[in-house]
């Protein structure tokens, strides 16, 4: 959409929009007032980082955002009545067995995958890697979800760098994705482990890793992150390794909605899943990159997992790069090549049961960003 300014985006509007997020508020439910005055300061237009020039797209954000926001802090007011922070440990131990147990299971299941992967890596050029492989998480709770996880393998079929192995993680779907995988020709680049029990998608990427750990025996290996309702340009796969040669580490790219819907319109406008919140960085460095769009340097990042105390999609990306880049020193880049194609929830009532899924989440990583309360291992299991 054409632009008529760029809107001011001061540090005082950053530290008002994380009013209420210390620990001592984490527990706290936002009232209906603390509601109003959020939905009033995100629909401004002052506060976003670009203004539409058509009038009637700036009055339809203004509109959504206000949708976005009421959705937003009541997931976080439902996570205050609920439970707050008790049994958010256990939860995650729990978690933590489901994924020990799927990767026992399947560490020696698949040895042509295991195989093709070791072949890859083995034949890299001196500098660098020419070793791809993709984490794919699926919960799938209809045909329609099979179908997207369908359309994402074809998707992935038809790189121009076509990867060399793909695991797809069910996270313990309600309708068998079985159907899905008959889209992946190469039967041998293929691993489909199905959890016991519903973890998250956190919790299904750090299977993945673990496989992907153990098989590549030291090798290095790009690993691309992505969802089962997305689609990557045909050129993701290159453009990820390319850019992690040039500096391994996390990589995120651009993520565009798949359609022209207003909620489209909306996410591809403010970017929601791009992860564009830098601070006083160089150009390129990110705070975060999406797990949609994603891909990591296996050497680069060690030992680390994703947190599985995040049993919901969204922030478990944020805390992995902040971990990562705190602990050891690896910064999230953008690659504006790497361009995925998303399918959001159409309509009002979906945008706002999206923002209901954050704000319920949002505790948790404020949880997480507290070590007095949740410390984070730098080896989970």
């Not at 955002?65 to 009421?70: A, D, L």
């Not at 020696?108 to 001196?126: G, K, Q, V």
């Not at 020193?329 to 504006?336: E, H």
Request: hydrophobic share 40%; proline share 6%; aromatic share 12%.
């Amino acid at each position: 959409l054409p632009l008529t300014r760029q809107a001011p985006r001061g540090r005082w509007v950053v530290r008002r929009a994380l009013a209420n997020s210390s620990q001592d508020d984490i527990a706290r439910a936002p009232t209906w007032k603390d509601t109003l005055k959020g939905a009033i300061f995100w629909a401004n237009p002052s506060h976003w980082d670009k203004v539409p020039a058509s009038p009637y797209w700036r009055f339809t954000f203004i509109f959504l955002k206000i949708v976005g926001t009421i959705g937003g802090y009541r997931g976080r007011a439902a996570f205050a009545r609920r439970s707050g922070l008790k049994g958010l440990m256990q939860k995650r131990d729990e978690a933590l067995g489901v994924v020990q147990m799927a990767y026992e299971f399947s560490v020696d299941a698949f040895p042509a995958a295991a195989e093709r992967l070791r072949a890859a890596a083995s034949a890299t050029p001196w500098a660098g890697t020419d070793c791809v492989a993709v984490i794919l998480p699926n919960y799938a709770r209809s045909k329609q979800e099979v179908e997207e996880l369908r359309a994402t393998l074809l998707a992935l079929q038809a790189q121009k760098r076509p990867p060399d192995v793909v695991i797809v993680v069910d996270d313990h779907s309600p309708v068998s994705a079985k159907d899905a995988l008959k889209a992946w020709k190469d039967s041998e680049s293929l691993a489909f482990v199905q959890l016991w029990k519903n973890v998250g998608p956190a919790g299904a990427r750090s299977v993945g890793l673990r496989l992907l750990r153990q098989w590549a025996r030291g090798m290095d290996v790009v690993v691309c992150l992505t969802d089962s309702d997305a689609a990557p340009d045909p050129g993701w796969t290159e453009a990820m390794l390319k850019a992690q040669n040039m500096s391994p580490g996390i990589v995120s790219g651009p993520t565009i909605s798949v359609d022209r819907s207003h909620t489209g319109r909306f996410h591809d406008h403010f970017g929601n899943l791009n992860g564009r919140w830098t601070w006083d960085d160089e150009k390129d460095v990110l705070l975060y990159g999406c797990t949609c769009n994603f891909s990591v340097d296996l050497n680069s990042i060690g030992d680390a997992e994703f947190d599985p105390i995040f049993s919901r999609p969204g922030f478990e990306d944020i805390e992995f790069c902040w971990r990562l880049r705190e602990e050891r020193g690896v910064y999230t880049r953008y690659c504006d090549d790497a361009k995925m194609f998303h399918q959001y929830d159409r309509g009002p009532v979906g945008l706002y049961k999206q923002f209901w899924k954050y704000g319920h989440t949002a505790p948790w990583y404020l949880c997480t960003a507290f070590s007095k309360i949740i410390p984070l291992p730098r080896r989970m299991g």
